[in-house]
């Protein structure tokens, strides 16, 4: 797992021109690739450095570490989902086809849990992809040949949920792209397939095609109508107890959009949320946060198409 963090840092560092010129949702500020990097990075740094042989432990506390440095919104919906993988993990020191299929449903649904509007079309579908895959029959189970099967499932399954997401978003319908954050996925769930079964069990030769055919696109997409956003995304740290970081979700999707709250770690009467939000100005957060709490490890970072 450790040796799988560092390869998908790697390769979305990689990747990252191609993912930041295909991003058109739900902003097109142009980081996606960068804030998926960036992101995953912590969660390998973490991972690195934590001595443990239960692999849920190990990635639970990796994805509580990238989501407390997490950029935008793919960056905070993987360290989400990481995260609830290693939870549902937890306890086991090796993995089974099996045991990754629970964990990769548990990932699912807990992303989409933490977002106020959820859609189709965007890293979402992909990880309902990932999900949805059976355990591979005429293998022995629990053995580690299935375990690379089904990883190899997982990353064609992401791939072919990429590439319908021009058919799901109207946006990618009108530049004729992917999804920046879809296929940030995939180079993630390929890279898990190639560390756990060798570089034959993933493609990397068809997603680098995939790539560099959406780097194609995305160049031709340059004079496509898309709105051009401004204001800002806001992401910080506070401590909260339920109720009030229920209220706190309500009261930001009433001044903002893409609204994200995940809980990171338990507290004497609460837990340390993870906050993100569009709004037009930081104060429009930063007022109804305040009133809730203190909020700690603060970022704002410009929406405008032209300042990326």
């Given at each position: 797992m450790r040796r799988w963090l560092d390869l998908a840092h790697r390769d979305l560092v990689r990747h990252s021109p191609v993912l930041n010129a295909l991003n058109v949702f739900p902003v097109a500020d142009a980081d996606t690739g960068t804030n998926l990097a960036t992101t995953v990075r912590a969660a390998a740094e973490a991972a690195a450095v934590l001595e443990t042989g239960d692999v849920g432990e190990l990635?639970?506390?990796?994805?509580?570490?990238a989501l407390e440095e997490a950029r935008g919104n793919s960056g905070t919906l993987f360290s989400v989902f990481l995260t609830a993988v290693g939870r549902s993990l937890e306890g086991s020191t090796r993995m089974s086809a099996e045991s990754v299929r629970l964990a990769?449903?548990?990932?699912?649904?807990?992303?989409?849990?933490?977002?106020?509007?959820?859609?189709?079309?965007?890293?979402?579908?992909?990880?309902e992809a990932a999900a949805a895959v059976p355990v591979p029959q005429g293998v022995e189970d629990g053995s580690n040949q299935q375990l690379k099967e089904f990883l190899a499932a997982?990353?064609?399954?992401?791939?072919?949920?990429v590439l319908v997401t021009p058919d799901q978003l109207e946006i990618l319908r009108e530049t004729g792209t992917v999804d920046a954050g879809a296929l940030g996925m995939l180079v993630v769930f390929d890279a898990l397939a190639r560390t756990v079964g060798g570089d034959d069990a993933g493609d990397e030769n068809a997603l680098d095609a995939l790539i560099d055919a959406a780097a194609a696109r995305a160049a031709g997409a340059g004079d496509a109508p898309h709105t051009?956003?401004?204001?800002?995304?806001?992401?910080?740290?506070?401590?909260l107890t339920p109720l009030d970081a229920a209220e706190l979700r309500h009261e930001?999707?009433?001044?903002?959009?893409?609204?994200?709250m995940s809980a990171v770690t338990e507290t004497g009467d609460g837990y340390?949320?993870?906050?993100?939000?569009?709004?037009?100005?930081?104060?429009?957060?930063l007022t109804v946060i305040g009133a809730r709490g203190k909020a700690v490890n603060l970022t704002v970072t410009s929406l405008s198409e032209a300042d990326g």
């Open positions: 990635l639970s506390l990796a994805g509580q570490a990769l449903h548990a990932g699912h649904v807990r992303a989409w849990s933490v977002l106020t509007d959820p859609v189709d079309g965007t890293m979402l579908s992909v990880l997982v990353s064609t399954a992401a791939r072919a949920a051009v956003h401004g204001g800002v995304e806001v992401m910080c740290t506070v401590e930001l999707s009433e001044v903002g959009t893409s609204v994200i340390r949320w993870r906050v993100h939000v569009h709004v037009p100005r930081p104060e429009d957060a």
